[in-house]
């Protein structure tokens, strides 16, 4: 398992930006996937993005595709969630994930992941 700590979440209004940052550490980063889910108040926490360790793809949930964008800096052992265009749906705790080493698949799913960052803050005013 890798220690999460995700950071960039705050206020902002609706149509805004805002980019998250997960930065890992305690392992390899280069061989682990990296996932990006939320939890909205009431509601059960749900997938947003993925990328393979191998950086070749992308997954996205359909609520947020051409909106967000995941990325990774190997280098720097992190992991970005650029929000675009955001809406007040947006609203909830964002976190980042990892899989077991060199996990690939199942990356849209909730029990694929062991690692968990605690959450970064993120809402979206109307």
């Known amino acids: 398992q890798v220690q999460l700590v995700e950071s960039g979440g705050g206020l902002v209004q609706a149509g805004g930006s805002l980019r998250l940052s997960c930065v890992a550490s305690g392992g390899t980063f280069s061989r682990y996937a990296m996932g990006w889910f939320r939890q909205a108040p009431g509601k059960e926490r749900e997938f947003v993005a993925a990328i393979p360790w191998s950086g070749d793809m992308t997954y996205y949930a359909d609520s947020v595709k051409g909106r967000f964008t995941i990325s990774r800096d190997n280098a720097k052992n992190t992991v970005y969630l650029q929000m675009n265009s955001l809406k007040s749906e947006d609203t909830g705790v964002y976190y980042c994930?990892?899989?077991?080493?060199?996990?690939?698949?199942?990356?849209?799913?909730?029990?694929?992941?062991?690692?968990w960052g605690l959450g970064t803050q993120v809402t979206v005013s109307s």
């Open positions: 994930a990892a899989p077991p080493r060199l996990r690939n698949s199942g990356l849209g799913q909730m029990t694929t992941y062991d690692s």
